[in-house]
Antibody, heavy 122, light 110 residues
Framework: QVTLRESGPALVKSTQTLTLTCSFSGFSLRTTGMCVTWIRQPPGKALEWLALIDWDDDKFYSTSLKARLTISMDTSINQVVLAMTNVDPADTATYYC??????????????WGQGTLVTVSS | QSVLTQPPSASATPGQRVTISCSGSSSSVGSNVVSWYKQVPGTAPKLLIDGNDQGPSGVPDRLSVSKSGTSASLAISGLQSEDEADYYCAAWDDSLNGWLFGGGTRVTVL
């Protein structure tokens, strides 16, 4: 059974660094083809893809946020961490982590966490 | 602004068919499979159909997908009240090396 759970601060201040953790079970990032991705959704708005890390430690970032994001993994404890620097109220959103399987290409995020709402205050 | 374009809303009466379009570019929809998600407000998105037209267990036969060039679509037939939700398309973009999502379509059952 695949499960993911996001954790992190509910409130951060502008210019601070936001650090989110995705804890997962039911799969391993030591397994070829396994990946974890982060996606966010501002209140009332659409989904926005942020970053992806795969079993081989390859990393991909949203072009518009690349300079502010860092994704990393700890395979020993089944966690993926996303750090976002210099946050702004526009970064207020529900942040989701999800699993991706790479077969030929990177497949669609299939299992998602419940999401964690982060509010950035000015 | 979302790079995959969807209509903001769609509606139909129970039992009818509703179709949601998703328009992208040659490097996204034109080159890769398109996946579709359903999101009930307040909950996480749920994968309806992945790009290989395979759905997770429990996806009803009432759903069908198609693609032509840089546009794709999702059709829901036999519309039911439980189909009221936001629907998102998604595709990998070879130029951006990342996933793109559509702006979402709110489906209302009249």
């Amino acid at each position: 059974q695949v499960t993911l759970r996001e954790s992190g601060p509910a409130l951060v201040k502008s210019t601070q660094t936001l650090t989110l953790t995705c804890s997962f079970s039911g799969f391993s990032l030591r397994t070829t083809g396994m990946c974890v991705t982060w996606i966010r959704q501002p209140p009332g708005k659409a989904l926005e893809w942020l970053a992806l890390i795969d079993w081989d430690d390859d990393k991909f970032y949203s072009t518009s946020l690349k300079a502010r994001l860092t994704i990393s993994m700890d395979t020993s404890i089944n966690q993926v961490v996303l750090a976002m620097t210099n946050v702004d109220p526009a970064d207020t959103a529900t942040y989701y982590c999800a699993r991706i399987k790479k077969v030929v290409g990177y497949g669609a995020p299939d299992y998602w966490g419940q999401g964690t709402l982060v509010t950035v205050s000015s | 602004q979302s790079v995959l374009t969807q209509p903001p809303s769609a509606s139909a009466t129970p039992g009818q068919r509703v179709t949601i379009s998703c328009s992208g570019s040659s490097s996204s929809v034109g080159s890769n499979v398109v996946s579709w998600y359903k999101q009930v407000p307040g909950t996480a998105p749920k994968l309806l159909i992945d790009g290989n037209d395979q759905g997770p267990s429990g996806v009803p036969d009432r759903l069908s997908v198609s693609k032509s060039g840089t546009s794709a679509s999702l059709a829901i037939s036999g519309l039911q009240s439980e189909d009221e939700a936001d629907y998102y398309c998604a595709a990998w973009d070879d130029s951006l090396n990342g996933w793109l999502f559509g702006g979402g379509t709110r489906v209302t059952v009249l």
